[in-house]
């Protein structure tokens, strides 16, 4: 008869089961409708390392301090190890406990009620306590523990991608007010030429008061714009220095040295442009680790389901009871004890039941957040393929306008120099060129910034090394 216990046991385990709802891949749009969109044409992947096409050593250099140093990619990394412990606690929540345990009692009456009488007892054994998980409630919580650590890893990933995407963009912001700085230097020692020239000229009575002023202003609006120039500088050192981790001491970015990135025939990405891998957006990991956090939710869906059904534990006892020690462990001092049990919850003011609804409105809430994060991905593909590839388009007129105010500021230089036209001319040119100057350094810088946007949409996670 006492084998009927174990049987039982054995045959409710036997049936365990998981109730809730099972994941079924949230597609909210099929992979062809998203190749179409984005117009893809196949290609191999882009490469997780995409930042060492841009040929530039020391952004490389400072992409490498980030992906060791930067604080956001630790705590990513802690997360991790917080959801792994998470992990392997709940896992072992419904696995069978067993605890040792030892205790002495020492018990003396009152005088006042009778006969004083002294007792000691001694315990030393086992206690053991097992719930099973008939239901699948540890079983759905064990799938969203493992869910949310996978979410936490994509999430280092997409962490890798934006630090490396944030350094290269601040790096080029700060090349962007290098090369205005090395412009506003260059302008620096013509207009100097212009004043001198202009201040020779009103000492001797040639040219008028009007003249002068004009050179004068000309010439100290520029030294103001290299003071301006050289804040930026310093600040978007600082700000490098944030995101890899370090102290801004620790940057070393020599000015005097040009990037290539400037240079004035750097490379054309335009034939990598859409030439990306089938299925690139699940493959973000962003939009993994959203798919990730709906998986998790889904699960909790099942375990609030579970709960609705009986509980059942079995717990049980071990061990040895005396009065003294010497003989706490005879064998007729030994006692134990076993206690099955089945909860079920009758009146609970539909506590549980109201718990199920939450769930699955979370539930619909991470597959609406799922959703976004696709369309989101698709926007940054197509915004930031888009936009370098106008940007290109524009910065060859960009340059071309450049050339031509460089020749037009030489050429009425000359023409002032030889009395044929007034310096008001001069003054116009001189502005006009400080004025293409900005505008061709900014759209190289716009040109790169979209590059590294398109990266960062499309790339391969960066790994660990």
């Given at each position: ?359 699955k409105y979370i539930r619909d809430e991470a597959l609406l957040n799922y959703k976004q994060t696709v369309l989101n991905a698709l926007s940054e593909i197509k915004n930031a393929s888009y936009a370098y590839l106008e940007t290109l388009a524009s910065n060859k007129h960009k340059l071309s306008a450049l050339h031509n105010m460089q020749k037009t500021v030489r050429l009425a230089q000359d023409k002032y120099n030889n009395g044929l036209i007034e310096f008001s001319d001069v003054l116009s040119t001189q502005q006009n060129l400080i004025s293409a100057q900005e505008n061709y350094v900014a759209g190289r810088a716009d040109e790169w910034q979209n590059l590294i946007a398109y990266y960062k949409a ?8």
């Amino acid at each position: 008869m006492r084998k009927w216990p174990y049987c039982g046991v054995v045959c409710l385990c036997c049936a365990a089961c998981n109730v809730g709802p099972d994941y079924k891949s949230s597609a909210v749009y099929s992979p062809q409708t998203v190749d179409a969109e984005l117009n893809i044409k196949l290609a191999h992947s882009v490469p997780q390392n995409w930042y060492k096409k841009l040929n530039d050593e020391r952004l490389e250099q400072l992409i490498a301090a980030g992906l060791r140093y930067n604080t956001d990619i630790k705590t990513a990394l802690s997360r991790i190890e917080q959801a792994r412990a998470t992990l392997q606690t709940d896992r072992a929540a419904y696995l069978p406990q067993i605890n040792g345990q030892g205790s002495y009692n020492y018990q003396k009456a009152d005088n006042n009620v009778g006969t004083a009488v002294t007792a000691r007892y001694y315990k030393a054994g086992f206690d053991a306590s097992w719930e099973l998980d008939l239901w699948g409630k540890g079983r759905r919580q064990t799938e969203a523990d493992a869910a949310t650590l996978s979410a936490m890893q994509y999430n280092l990933e997409d962490a890798r991608l934006s630090v490396a995407a944030e350094i290269a963009s601040d790096y080029i912001s700060l090349l962007q007010n290098v090369e205005n700085l090395r412009f506003a230097r260059h302008n620096q020692k013509l207009q100097q030429e212009i004043f001198d020239s202009v201040n020779s000229k009103y000492k001797n009575g040639l040219s008028d008061e009007m003249a002068y002023e004009q050179s004068a202003f000309l010439l100290e609006n520029t030294k103001a714009q290299i003071s301006a120039y050289q804040t930026q500088i310093e600040n978007y050192k600082n700000a490098l220095a944030v995101l890899i981790g370090v102290l801004p001491s620790k940057i070393d970015i020599d000015e005097s040295r040009r990037s290539p990135l400037f240079a004035a025939n750097s490379a054309d990405y335009r034939q990598q442009i859409l030439h990306l891998p089938a299925n690139i957006v699940r493959l973000r990991p962003d939009v993994a680790a959203a798919e990730e956090n709906l998986i998790a939710q889904n699960a909790l869906v099942g375990k609030a389901v579970a709960e609705l059904y009986p509980d059942v534990s079995i717990s049980g006892l071990w061990g040895f009871a005396a009065q003294k020690t010497d003989n706490l462990f005879n064998s007729s001092n030994k006692q134990y004890g076993y206690e099955p049990l089945v909860t079920l919850p009758l009146l609970d003011w539909n506590r549980l039941q109201n718990n199920v609804r939450l769930q699955k409105y979370i539930r619909d809430e991470a597959l609406l957040n799922y959703k976004q994060t696709v369309l989101n991905a698709l926007s940054e593909i197509k915004n930031a393929s888009y936009a370098y590839l106008e940007t290109l388009a524009s910065n060859k007129h960009k340059l071309s306008a450049l050339h031509n105010m460089q020749k037009t500021v030489r050429l009425a230089q000359d023409k002032y120099n030889n009395g044929l036209i007034e310096f008001s001319d001069v003054l116009s040119t001189q502005q006009n060129l400080i004025s293409a100057q900005e505008n061709y350094v900014a759209g190289r810088a716009d040109e790169w910034q979209n590059l590294i946007a398109y990266y960062k949409a499309v790339a391969a996670p960066i790994s660990s090394n």
